[in-house]
């Protein structure tokens, strides 16, 4: 066996030779942990890359017959090594490694390949775009069952009242409701507001600002009442849900729930849902009723009596407008709610999993109210309300 030239110039524990056959032998005797590695990682890089390969040269040893204890750091050299020499067509055996230590690098080794693989993965649109719509449609359907979930909780909660937590369910329509309340008919008086000046100045030019009371109480109380109700509810109290459990998911707290035999869905969902449904009317009727404010006042600024107004608006809007707005808040609540506590739940794991949940719960309720309000607006043409 030939020794390489200049051994002063290796590290402390590390030798290197070799033999007539051209198989270049590293030799570890020393441990190979953080403070060795930091050393010996450039000397043995170098000499794995500056000598493979070479003429008849098919074999790399890596020596650790010699060598101590071992730790992550070491286990990261001798896994970069055998990629740099793997990676020029070399072959490498590590004699002197311990069972446990092949076991961990056979590990690193799968992968690395796995990662390989899923780097130089190529997909055509056909299959991206197959998979997204699967995925897509997944997820519809996991909402779809959730949702009939939450409704079988409320159908049961109904028909057994004394398994409620009522004190839950008080404590989450006090968030859902009254904590709303302020920004709810805040935005309810602009609308009525905005809505009645811009269609007083158009309608001015032919006389027709009578009719502004007919549009605005019409318009508020079958569509925009219930739409931006459950819009806030989605924005404020939906993205609410989702990080409040979800936080519960990436603590851990929902997996020991579960293995005391207690239903996250029957402990955690059902009170919100049961809060949704029993303040979204009375939030509606609110907004309703600020937006009516709102657009009084423009009217009355213009010369126009409020008993004209109100009595034109009572005069239009008969008990079906009002019973559709609330068929629709209540299906747009339970929507809104079932999608949000089913975002938390679906929660992963790292830093900025919550902060996803929450923007899927907000994403997803804002679907599902576009799609029930589009469907809403078909069924009522065909029932003539």
């Known amino acids: 066996m030939q020794q390489v030239p200049n051994p002063d110039a290796l590290p402390e524990g590390l030798s290197v030779s070799e033999d007539a056959a051209g198989v270049l032998t590293l030799g570890f005797s020393c441990d190979l942990n953080s403070a060795t590695v930091a050393r010996l990682w450039e000397p043995v890089l170098r000499l794995v890359r500056g000598r493979v390969p070479g003429p008849g040269r098919v074999r790399v040893r890596l020596d650790l017959s010699g060598a101590g204890y071992i730790d992550g750091a070491g286990l990261a050299l001798l896994v970069k090594a ?43 649109l056909k299959v991206l775009v197959g998979s997204g719509v699967g995925s897509m449609l997944a997820g519809m359907a996991e909402v779809v069952s959730f949702v009939g979930e939450c409704a079988l909780v409320v159908w049961e909660s109904l028909r057994h009242p004394e398994r409620v937590r009522w004190k839950d369910v008080l404590l989450a329509a006090m968030a859902v409701g009254v904590e709303s309340m302020p920004i709810l008919l805040l935005v309810g008086f602009l609308m009525g507001l905005i809505m009645s000046f811009q269609s007083v100045i158009t309608l001015q030019r032919f006389g027709g600002e009578i009719f502004v009371p007919n549009m605005l109480g019409l318009v508020m109380f079958r569509e925009m009442g219930p739409l931006v109700t459950a819009i806030l509810l989605a924005a404020r109290s939906g993205s609410a849900f989702a990080a409040e459990i979800g936080t519960m998911r990436v603590n851990e707290e929902l997996d020991a729930m579960t293995t005391m035999g207690i239903s996250p869905v029957r402990f955690l969902v059902g ?15 609110f907004f309703n009723f600020a937006s009516l404010v709102g657009g009084a006042l423009v009217m009355v600024s213009i010369g126009f009596p409020l008993v004209t107004f109100t009595s034109r ?52 309720g804002l679907i599902l109210i576009t799609i029930a309000d589009g469907i809403f607006a078909v069924l009522f043409y065909y029932l003539k309300i």
């Open 313 to 364: 608006v009572f005069a239009n809007v008969t008990a079906n407008d009002l019973i559709g707005s609330l068929a629709k808040i209540l299906v747009f609540s339970l929507l809104v709610a079932g999608v949000s506590c089913l975002r938390g739940l679906r929660t992963g794991g790292g830093a900025s999993a919550v902060g996803r949940s929450t923007t899927s719960a907000v994403v997803s």
């Open 82 to 124: 055998r990629a740099e020499a793997e990676a020029q067509g070399a072959q490498v055996e590590m004699p002197g490694l311990s069972a446990s230590h092949a076991h961990l690098l056979g590990l690193a080794g799968d992968a690395e390949r796995e990662a390989a693989q899923t780097h130089v993965e190529r997909r055509g």
């Open 271 to 285: 009170p919100r849902i049961l809060a949704s449904l029993a303040m979204v009317p009375f939030m509606t009727i």
